[in-house]
């Protein structure tokens, strides 16, 4: 008998909101948002003639210069990298007049402000992490910032560096294969930088007491404070034994503790929907315990979450006349994860996006979605990149490809639910797709049938 998945009260993250609002076209516009903050100007530009945009732009440019020359940076050109509602983040770049200083100016339209202070928490919590980040990755470096209403523009908003290059996005397909083996060899130098950032705890990171609504200045900040994730507003999350399991430490704890608590809301609503379905995730759990996955404590290190090639920028040397990256963008969503949970394969090197159009690209990433049949390029970048990565971060095939999949399958579950049909459809295949990978480990791959890493997997 089929189900349909359940309906809870649920405060889903601002930006999923908004994205399922929207029409298709609209979804489009917004995922083009971490694509154009450091790249091809005026490449989505709005005029202002349609009703969602915030008004013309001619008129909003002249209190953007009015900002500007409130926070001390005249004469700049500004161009429209994206403008309207359509948008998270309306985004301009500037361009000095009198130097050669080239600037980003992000102003944010959607999320929360909080009513005690009046700041954005978003905006906030990407401040602390960049000024954090900024002599440790290729970041851009926050310049000025409001964190209110209280400015010309009556949104928060901040002044970055604008990162050299475009987006990796538009240039990997046309790219040899020779420039594509350097990006890749760069891509694995910056995964080694990413796992040497590493916290105390897992979580989300917390909004910072000390940072002032507004500064024109640089920020620097120290190790940013967290919060373990959470997903119920009323949820006791400072009792000792839940701030225990999910320090992420122990990753099994982690991941039960989440599952627990979706299993025990659904008996105080008095259903009983999903909870077979969360019990035959926890046995996985049994089951990986048993096989030794968590003998070990793993490191808690930085994990982006949109590590992707939109949001990675590239630039053509004149020294070699090769790309090199240039810097990662968009960190708004950046979290603290134990290893295994954040080593998510970057399918994209073998097999980009747009190879597949009928490739959903939903919220189930490539830990959902199997590899496809690979061109004979593709091969030869994925090899290429399980040997060169294996050779400077120990286990990483085994935590990406192999179990760490698995793990990473259930964390979904455990700390999202499961309240859209793909992702209920998905979820009810896994306990099968488990029992086959269980048999094969005993009797070996049947001909024909996946081994739980290539395709098959859903």
Same mark, same amino acid.
């Given at each position: 008998?089929?189900?349909?998945?359940?309906?809870?009260?649920?405060?889903?993250?601002?930006?999923?909101?908004?994205?399922?609002?929207?029409?298709?076209?609209?979804?489009?516009?917004?995922?083009?948002?971490?694509?154009?903050?450091?790249?091809?100007?005026?490449?989505?530009?709005?005029?202002?003639?349609?009703?969602?945009?915030?008004?013309?732009?001619?008129?909003?440019?002249?209190?953007?210069?009015?900002?500007?020359?409130?926070?001390?940076?005249?004469?700049?050109?500004?161009?429209?990298?994206?403008?309207?509602?359509?948008?998270?983040?309306?985004?301009?770049?500037?361009?000095?007049?009198?130097?050669?200083?080239?600037?980003?100016?992000?102003?944010?339209?959607?999320?929360?402000?909080?009513?005690?202070?009046?700041?954005?928490?978003?905006?906030?919590?990407?401040?602390?992490?960049?000024?954090?980040?900024?002599?440790?990755?290729?970041?851009?470096?926050?310049?000025?910032?409001?964190?209110?209403?209280?400015?010309?523009?009556?949104?928060?908003?901040?002044?970055?560096?604008?990162?050299?290059?475009?987006?990796?996005?538009?240039?990997?397909?046309?790219?040899?294969?020779?420039?594509?083996?350097?990006?890749?060899?760069?891509?694995?130098?910056?995964?080694?930088?990413?796992?040497?950032?590493?916290?105390?705890?897992?979580?989300?990171?917390?909004?910072?007491?000390?940072?002032?609504?507004?500064?024109?200045?640089?920020?620097?900040?120290?190790?940013?404070?967290?919060?373990?994730?959470?997903?119920?507003?009323?949820?006791?999350?400072?009792?000792?034994?839940?701030?225990?399991?999910?320090?992420?430490?122990?990753i099994k704890a982690l991941l039960t503790s989440h599952l627990d608590k979706w299993i025990q809301q659904e008996q105080a609503e008095d259903q009983n929907?999903?909870?077979?379905?969360?019990?035959?995730?926890?046995?996985?759990?049994?089951?990986?315990?048993?096989?030794?996955?968590?003998?070990?404590?793993?490191?808690?290190?930085?994990?982006?979450?949109?590590?992707?090639?939109?949001?990675?920028?590239?630039?053509?040397?004149?020294?070699?006349?090769?790309?090199?990256i240039t810097g990662i963008i968009d960190w708004d969503d950046a979290v603290a994860l134990p290893q295994p949970l954040a080593r998510i394969p970057p399918?994209?090197?073998?097999?980009?996006?747009?190879?597949?159009?009928?490739?959903?690209?939903?919220?189930?990433?490539?830990? +959902? /979605?199997?590899?496809?049949? &690979?061109?004979?390029?593709?091969?030869?970048?994925?090899?290429?990149?399980? !040997?060169? #990565? =294996? %050779?400077?971060?120990?286990?990483?095939?085994?935590?990406?490809?192999?179990?760490?999949?698995?793990?990473?399958?259930?964390?979904?579950?455990?700390?999202?639910?499961?309240?859209? +049909? /793909?992702?209920?459809?998905? &979820?009810?295949?896994?306990?099968?797709?488990?029992?086959?990978?269980?048999? !094969?480990? #005993? =009797? %070996?791959?049947v001909e024909g049938e996946s081994d739980g890493k290539e395709g098959g997997e859903c």
């Amino acid at each position: 008998m089929d189900q349909t998945p359940p309906t809870r009260t649920y405060e889903f993250p601002d930006e999923l909101t908004q994205m399922e609002e929207l029409n298709v076209d609209d979804a489009t516009t917004l995922e083009a948002d971490s694509c154009c903050d450091h790249t091809d100007v005026a490449s989505v530009a709005s005029d202002g003639s349609d009703e969602s945009v915030i008004e013309a732009f001619e008129d909003y440019k002249t209190k953007i210069e009015q900002l500007l020359e409130d926070i001390g940076s005249k004469d700049y050109d500004i161009e429209v990298v994206q403008h309207g509602y359509n948008f998270m983040n309306c985004v301009y770049a500037l361009t000095s007049t009198r130097s050669a200083e080239h600037y980003i100016l992000r102003v944010t339209h959607g999320g929360f402000y909080r009513d005690s202070d009046g700041k954005h928490e978003t905006v906030e919590k990407e401040i602390v992490l960049l000024g954090h980040l900024k002599d440790k990755l290729p970041v851009p470096e926050i310049k000025a910032y409001c964190l209110t209403k209280d400015n010309h523009l009556e949104a928060a908003f901040t002044l970055q560096t604008r990162i050299e290059g475009e987006s990796l996005n538009r240039l990997w397909p046309t790219m040899d294969l020779a420039d594509k083996y350097k990006i890749v060899d760069e891509f694995i130098s910056l995964l080694v930088n990413l796992e040497t950032v590493t916290f105390p705890t897992a979580g989300t990171f917390a909004v910072s007491e000390n940072l002032p609504s507004y500064s024109n200045e640089p920020i620097n900040t120290d190790i940013p404070a967290i919060n373990v994730f959470d997903a119920f507003a009323d949820e006791p999350t400072q009792d000792p034994q839940i701030l225990q399991d999910r320090s992420g430490h122990d990753i099994k704890a982690l991941l039960t503790s989440h599952l627990d608590k979706w299993i025990q809301q659904e008996q105080a609503e008095d259903q009983n929907i999903l909870t077979p379905k969360l019990e035959a995730l926890r046995t996985m759990l049994t089951d990986m315990e048993e096989e030794g996955v968590f003998a070990h404590p793993f490191p808690i290190i930085l994990h982006h979450c949109d590590l992707e090639p939109r949001n990675i920028m590239v630039a053509r040397s004149a020294e070699d006349g090769h790309y090199h990256i240039t810097g990662i963008i968009d960190w708004d969503d950046a979290v603290a994860l134990p290893q295994p949970l954040a080593r998510i394969p970057p399918r994209w090197i073998w097999h980009f996006p747009d190879q597949d159009p009928d490739l959903e690209d939903g919220y189930l990433n490539d830990d +959902q /979605y199997p590899d496809p049949e &690979l061109s004979e390029e593709g091969k030869a970048l994925k090899t290429y990149f399980a !040997e060169k #990565v =294996e %050779g400077v971060l120990e286990g990483y095939e085994e935590e990406a490809e192999s179990w760490g999949r698995w793990l990473r399958r259930v964390w979904y579950f455990a700390k999202e639910g499961a309240y859209r +049909q /793909y992702e209920w459809d998905f &979820l009810d295949r896994l306990p099968e797709e488990w029992a086959r990978r269980e048999k !094969e480990i #005993v =009797e %070996g791959p049947v001909e024909g049938e996946s081994d739980g890493k290539e395709g098959g997997e859903c």
